[in-house]
Antibody
Framework: QVQLQQSGPGLVKPSQTLSLTCVIS??????????WNWIRQSPSRGLEWLGR?????????DYAVSVKSRITVTPDTSKNQFSLHLSSVTPDDSAVYYC??????????????WGQGTLVTVSS | QSVLTQPPSASGTPGQRVTISCSGSRSNIGSNYVYWYQQVPGMAPKVLMYRNDERPSGVPDRFSASKSDTSASLAISGLRSEDEADYFC???????????FGGGTKLTVL
């Protein structure tokens, strides 16, 4: 059974960088059957997909246009985890952030496993 | 603003059948599979339906879904109190290369 455990600060100051980590158990960040995603949820934006990384001979990345200039998703094979870094945050970035495993390779790209969610507030 | 459009709310009494719609465009629902997620307050979403109309093991057959052109719908028959939750549709958008989610429908069991 795949489990995703999130960690990171719940309060970030405006203009700083939001950083969250998602530790994977029961699977590998280098699996060719998965993509590793970050999704956030807020009352104003609903569920918003932010970006993902996956490995198939090399690491690849997709990012949402809305945050493309500010986001980095970073895999760490030594710790079997992946991280989200979102720079220059504003109060509008306040949300519950989720990491999620996306099944790939079988024509079924469901988000089958999710982290527990981290409420991040951007405030001075 | 969500690109996939859902009604913000739906309701029904126990035993009734309710449907939730999800409207998109050719670049998302019209070109790719639709997924449905159920979310209870305080928890992460859980996949309810995948590849338009398939149910993961463990999801009751009271839940069904369909897709036609650029729209999709989720149906819940024999409504039960535990079905009270938020429901989201999702599809990959080929034009923007992003995952799109619906705004969510809050289902109330009266």
């Amino acid at each position: 059974q795949v489990q995703l455990q999130q960690s990171g600060p719940g309060l970030v100051k405006p203009s700083q960088t939001l950083s969250l980590t998602c530790v994977i158990s029961g699977d590998s960040v280098s699996s060719d059957r998965a993509a590793w995603n970050w999704i956030r949820q807020s009352p104003s934006r609903g569920l918003e997909w932010l970006g993902r990384t996956w490995y198939k001979s090399k690491w690849s990345y997709d990012y949402a246009v809305s945050v493309k200039s500010r986001i980095t998703v970073t895999p760490d094979t030594s710790k079997n985890q992946f991280s989200l870094h979102l720079s220059s945050v504003t109060p509008d970035d306040s949300a519950v952030y989720y990491c999620a495993r996306e099944d790939v390779g079988y024509g079924n790209n469901q988000f089958a496993f999710w982290g527990q969610g981290t409420l991040v507030t951007v405030s001075s | 603003q969500s690109v996939l459009t859902q009604p913000p709310s739906a309701s029904g009494t126990p035993g009734q059948r309710v449907t939730i719609s999800c409207s998109g465009s050719r670049s998302n629902i019209g070109s790719n599979y639709v997924y449905w997620y159920q979310q209870v307050p305080g928890m992460a979403p859980k996949v309810l339906m995948y590849r338009n109309d398939e149910r993961p093991s463990g999801v009751p057959d009271r839940f069904s879904a369909s897709k036609s052109d650029t729209s999709a719908s989720l149906a819940i028959s024999g409504l039960r109190s535990e079905d009270e939750a938020d429901y989201f549709c999702a599809a990959w958008d080929d034009g923007l290369s992003v995952w799109m989610f619906g705004g969510g429908t809050k289902l109330t069991v009266l």
